[in-house]
T-cell receptor
Framework: NAGVTQTPKFQVLKTGQSMTLQCAQD?????MYWYRQDPGMGLRLIYY???????DKGEVPNGYNVSRLNKREFSLRLESAAPSQTSVYFC???????????FGPGTRLTVL | GESVGLHLPTLSVQEGDNSIINCAYS??????FIWYKQESGKGPQFIID?????DKRQGQRVTVLLNKTVKHLSLQIAATQPGDSAVYFC???????????FGKGTKLSVIP
């Protein structure tokens, strides 16, 4: 079991470029999440998917879109990257009613 | 245990001593709480959780205490080891919500 995997590990973008961060889990979990983590801060929720076919906004959704491709995969898209989106992005999953979330290793994104 | 701005609160302890990390939560409706450990360059890793119908829960070398009256959580680590050096986050979850809300974290440094 790989758990939660994320690609890429690192990415550098120029302002205005677009990219998609990929996340996959092999634990058959129903719910998946995208967070961002800025220096000295806790994790802030961008979007989540309670179950396959649904997505909802979190605390900081502006500038992002998501796709729940299937039960395993949940992607995060930046259509026009801005320097304020420089951050470390974490994907997580959980299997309700269990409340613990399992996290991936993160993607470190720099927007110049 | 809560930080302001970019600077995480830091707790330095001698190897072998006990550590206590504190966290204040904000939502009276939260009935589930969880502690995560995050090592440098990695994703958060589950340590221990507690439901609001309990005020104490013990794991291996860790104990979580919950005081609902003052909305306060603490994580106690017994016989702290160098491998415990990390940032520790508490998170709260209201009943029926899919979202975890994270605190800003405390950095634990263990002095050998």
């Amino acid at each position: 079991n790989a758990g939660v995997t994320q690609t890429p590990k690192f990415q550098v973008l120029k302002t205005g470029q677009s990219m998609t961060l990929q996340c996959a889990q092999d634990m058959n979990h129903n719910s998946m999440y995208w967070y961002r983590q800025d220096p000295g801060m806790g994790l802030r929720l961008i979007y989540y998917s309670a179950s396959e076919g649904t997505t909802d906004k979190g605390e900081v959704p502006n500038g992002y879109n998501v796709s729940r491709l299937n039960k395993r995969e949940f992607s995060l898209r930046l259509e026009s990257a801005a320097p304020s989106q420089t951050s470390v992005y974490f994907c997580a999953s959980r299997d309700p009613p269990v409340r613990e979330q399992f996290f991936g290793p993160g993607t470190r994104l720099t927007v110049l | 245990g809560e930080s302001v701005g970019l600077h995480l609160p830091t707790l330095s302890v001698q190897e072998g001593d006990n550590s206590i990390i504190n966290c204040a939560y904000s939502n009276s409706a939260s009935d589930y709480f969880i502690w995560y450990k995050q090592e440098s360059g990695k994703g958060p890793q589950f340590i221990i959780d507690i439901r609001s119908n309990m005020d104490k829960r013990q794991g291996q070398r860790v104990t979580v205490l919950l005081n609902k009256t003052v909305k306060h959580l603490s994580l106690q680590i017994a016989a702290t080891q160098p491998g415990d050096s990390a940032v520790y986050f508490c998170a709260e979850n209201p009943s029926g919500s899919y979202q975890l809300t994270f605190g800003k974290g405390t950095k634990l440094s263990v002095i050998p």
